[in-house]
């Protein structure tokens, strides 16, 4: 049993940060790929950044130079520094990993997600 659990959500002003973590536990023999989405309502999910399966990063045009995905291996955890806030962040954020577990079975993990909101 593999579980992501998010934390660092809230409601933060304009032009404010906050900063999300996802931690992966239970039976993981190796992570692939992990990273953010978000969902606002009324509109489709999207990714928002993430580590792909060679290690390398993507970010949503519509947060690059004001997020900042960052990982701790040792942890299996990755956060997402989100500066500069903005009311159009404001959604469900959710963490979503491809993992191979203990089992050597390949699978795609969610969050229960964290709710950002971006008001004055």
């Known amino acids: 049993q593999v579980q992501l659990v998010e934390s660092g959500g809230g409601l933060v002003q304009p032009g404010g940060s906050l900063r999300l973590s996802c931690a992966a536990s239970?039976?993981?023999?190796?992570?692939?790929?992990m990273g953010w989405y978000r969902q606002a309502p009324g509109k489709e999910r999207e990714l928002v950044a993430g580590?792909?399966?060679?290690?390398?990063?993507n970010y949503a045009e519509s947060v690059k130079g004001r997020f900042t995905i960052s990982r701790d291996n040792a942890k299996n955890t990755v956060y997402l520094q989100m500066n500069s806030l903005k009311p159009e962040d404001t959604a469900v954020y959710y963490c979503?990993?491809?993992?191979?577990?203990?089992?050597?079975?390949?699978?795609?993990?969610w969050g229960q997600g964290t709710q950002v909101t971006v008001s004055s």
């Open positions: 580590y792909t399966s060679f290690g390398s990063t």
């Open positions: 979503n990993a491809d993992i191979l577990d203990s089992r050597v079975l390949r699978s795609d993990y």
């Open positions: 239970g039976r993981i023999f190796s992570i692939k790929a």
